[in-house]
């Protein structure tokens, strides 16, 4: 793989932030009088953006979708409010991302991050972590018209980083990484240890079990 630039996920890829948007989702449920969910069922409702995420943490179910009732949209407000007050506190790099990224950056690899997290709370995360001056571009869930797994936001990075896409890797988390990376033309490289289930089956190019492994697929020179 000629690779010359990276896109990243963030939520399952770079950062584990299901303690904070679990805190968020349960505060949300408990201002409307439901019960805590764990943080496990919570992940499994991760992945398609917040609207999707309220609305499978309201109904406790996989298969609800946002659709503006009046429930949702007090539900939305309430999980804005929780999660922009605690967007990192106990959110955490994964092994070695913080490290990887640097020496990416350093080494001057144009960098994007393609995510589905929306970006009133993407940009304050990023800030907060500190590693928002190394993404060229961050395209998030709401961004464009369109989010993961369509190919657009990749399509979108690639332009603004002045790459072909078939030289961007994509690295993440989630079917929709996969799909999105595979609709775009984009390599795709899976990581295991975050919120999408059967990832080794999804057919990524590989899978990688620490972050760091991804040196291993890249001509860094
Ligand atoms: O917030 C989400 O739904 C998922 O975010 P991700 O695309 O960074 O995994
Ligand atoms: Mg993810």
Known sequence: MPITACAFDLDGTLVD??????????????????A????????????????????????????????????????????NEHYRAGLSI???FYPKVQETLHMLHERGMPLAIVTNKPERFTIPLLRELGVFEHFDVIVAGDSLPKKKPAPEPLQFAALQLKVELADMLMVGDSENDILAARAAGCPVIAVSYGYGSNIESLGADAVIHRFDELRDYLDLN
């Open 17 to 34: 932030s299901i303690h904070d948007l679990a805190r968020a989702a349960n505060l949300a449920r408990a201002d409307l009088g439901l």
């Open 36 to 79: 805590e969910l764990s943080s496990d069922r919570v992940a499994s409702f991760v992945g398609d953006g917040a609207a999707s995420l309220v609305a499978r943490v309201l109904a406790d179910s996989n298969s609800a979708e946002y659709t503006g009732t009046a429930m949702q949209v007090e539900g939305m407000d309430r999980f």
């Open 90 to 92: 106990a959110t955490q």
